[in-house]
């Protein structure tokens, strides 16, 4: 099994400033890797596939780079909808598909 | 505009079998393009895949809990289901149903399998 692991587990930032974000696999996942973002009692929401490629309709203020084991989503210009919890989850190998723990990204 | 929407009871039983549906509109859960799955959120913490299902009624599961989950597919109702034995109070979350894309982000001959609709979740607690 793939362990996804996330950091920081917290993040504080204030608006409108860039919150960058990492995501690392114990073993490589090419660039088989997604980025989710879940707002409070909302489900999760793709952002990012293919390790940095935005899904339909996400703004370009989101960006993901990465290959292999070492994975970072950046945002920048962060508006109150960011404020939320982010998930990497792997592809490459299953099953199972993992998921890293989550960061949280908090208004400083 | 493609929903699931997942259902069943929200109280379970210790030792007892948790059962949830998920329901497919605007798309077709027969279609060749998807796997449709199962994923759980334990209150408070980070998801975990359950399982995924091909219309074909091919089932794959998380290792962890194989021995007590099944899927099924009914194309007739678009729907899928989700049954978990045995529960305990561990088995307490939030769980979704989402879809796979499995061909719907391919650049040549690379394919990028992503879960890119989710229903809204439902909270099943195990307890007596």
């Known amino acids: 099994e793939i362990v996804m692991t996330q950091s920081p587990a917290t993040l504080s930032v204030s608006p409108g400033e860039r919150a960058t974000l990492s995501c690392r696999a114990s073993?490589?996942?090419?660039?088989?890797l997604a980025w989710y973002r879940q707002k409070p009692g909302q489900a999760p929401r793709l952002l990012i596939y293919?390790?940095?490629t935005r899904a339909t309709g996400i703004p370009a203020r989101f960006s993901a780079s990465g290959s292999g084991t070492e994975f970072t989503l950046t945002i920048s210009s962060l508006q109150s909808e960011d404020f939320a919890v982010y998930y990497c989850?792997?592809?490459?190998?299953?099953?199972?598909?993992?998921f890293g723990q989550g960061t949280k990204l908090e208004i400083k | 505009q493609l929903q699931l929407q997942e259902s069943g009871p929200g109280l379970v039983k210790p030792s007892e079998t948790l059962s949830l549906t998920c329901t497919v509109s605007?798309?077709?859960?027969?279609?060749?393009?998807?796997?449709w799955g199962w994923i759980r959120q334990p209150p408070g913490k980070g998801l975990e895949w359950i399982g995924n299902?091909?219309?074909?009624?091919?089932?794959y599961y998380n290792p962890s809990l194989k021995s007590r989950v099944t899927i099924s597919v009914d194309a007739s109702k678009n729907q899928f289901s989700l049954k978990l034995s045995s529960v305990t109070a561990a088995d307490t979350a939030v769980y979704y149903c989402?879809?796979?894309?499995?061909?719907?982000?391919?650049?040549?001959?690379?394919?990028?399998?992503?879960?890119?609709?989710w229903g809204q979740g439902t909270l099943v607690t195990v307890s007596s």
């Open positions: 989850q792997q592809y490459k190998n299953w099953p199972p598909y993992t």
């Open positions: 293919g390790a940095s």
């Open positions: 073993q490589s996942v090419s660039s088989n």
């Open positions: 989402a879809r796979q894309n499995m061909y719907g982000y391919c650049s040549g001959a690379t394919c990028h399998t992503p879960f890119d609709h």
């Open positions: 605007g798309g077709s859960i027969s279609s060749s393009s998807y796997y």
């Open positions: 299902i091909y219309s074909s009624g091919s089932a």
